[in-house]
């Protein structure tokens, strides 16, 4: 292996905090990359990863080594892809970060379309409901809830998402439909952990006008098929993002409650590292996904 390829290995490593992970990204075995890593440190004469049995770090050499290359293989890779773009080619990997509650029904069908369009991009896509740290686990973008703190990020609002109140007709038949506010803390409720305040309230909104409804949920859950499920089975009053009951509420299967109010809505954020060394497919990935999830019903 050559000293290029070698340093690809050293800040894949690095860049994971794991020879597993790396090897994992790579396509190669955990013992290769240790291979790799002790020939490298052979070439330079240099110890550049300290282990033990529990941890691995930089040593002082390692560290300038990484800060000396990382920068100039991304725009390295930059480059290449920059002429394979030019030749109409989109190809390379693509790491994605997103919230369950977009990305089962959206992003993955963003994600399949955009394949469609370029058969040589491999894509990971990773769902779950927190926040990561995109560069320490390899990832070129995120779409988020709620605007990012980080302040290393390229942050890009998308929209937000409205939320709605919603039952079954089959519940709304036994328990009554509400006619106002105060109407549902004679329901019982099922909501989003991410929506209710540190006193447990649930903010409507009516126009530019606001109000906190103290809120008793029989159920509470992070997960949105979940929320979905309980409301089909006509469990109580769910509070859910349009984009997700869209399809439910032109069926029928669920019907909108208190009509006038809504939930406060979620805003939802495109974050990634940088755009100094964007990798073509990342960009091209960003400029067709942005539109599309914008469009979405229930996005504004």
Do not use: W
């Not at 190669?28 to 110890?47: F, N, T, Y």
């Not at 990382?70 to 030019?86: F, K, P």
């Not at 960009?283 to 999830?293: G, N, Q």
């Amino acid at each position: 292996m050559n000293a290029v390829s070698a340093l690809r290995v050293f800040v894949r490593v690095v860049e994971r905090g794991s020879m597993t992970a790396a090897a994992r990204d790579l396509g190669i075995s955990q013992p290769a990359v240790s291979k790799i890593l002790r020939d490298l440190e052979g070439h330079i004469g240099a110890c550049l990863l300290q282990r033990s049995s529990r941890a691995m770090r930089l040593s002082e050499q390692g560290r300038l080594l990484y800060q000396a290359t990382s920068g100039a293989l991304s725009t390295i890779d930059a480059a290449i892809e920059d002429v394979r773009g030019g030749s109409g080619s989109i190809t390379g990997d693509l790491h994605i970060h997103g919230p369950v509650c977009v990305g089962e029904r959206h992003l993955s069908r963003l994600v399949f379309d955009f394949q469609g369009r370029h058969p040589a991009v491999r894509v990971s896509l990773t769902l779950e409901d927190r926040a990561i740290n995109l560069i320490e686990a390899n990832i070129d973008l995120a779409v988020r809830v709620g605007r990012p703190e980080a302040q290393d990020l390229i942050v890009r609002r998308i929209g937000a998402s409205r939320r709605l109140l919603v039952a079954s007709p089959d519940y709304l038949a036994r328990n009554g439909t509400p006619r106002s506010r105060r109407d549902l803390a004679r329901h019982g409720l099922i909501v989003s952990t991410t929506i209710l305040s540190r006193q447990g309230t649930v903010t409507l909104c009516r126009g530019r006008s606001t109000t906190e409804v103290q809120a008793h949920p029989v159920l509470k859950t992070n997960n949105p098929q979940v929320l979905i499920g309980a409301l089909e089975a006509g469990r109580g009053i769910g509070t859910a993002q349009l984009l997700l009951v869209a399809d439910h509420l032109a069926s029928g299967r669920l019907v909108r409650v208190l009509p006038q109010d809504e939930v406060r809505a979620s805003e939802l954020f495109l974050t990634y590292p940088s755009t100094k060394f964007m990798r073509p497919v990342v960009r091209a990935f960003i400029d067709f996904m942005v539109p599309a999830l914008r469009s979405v019903e229930g996005i504004v």
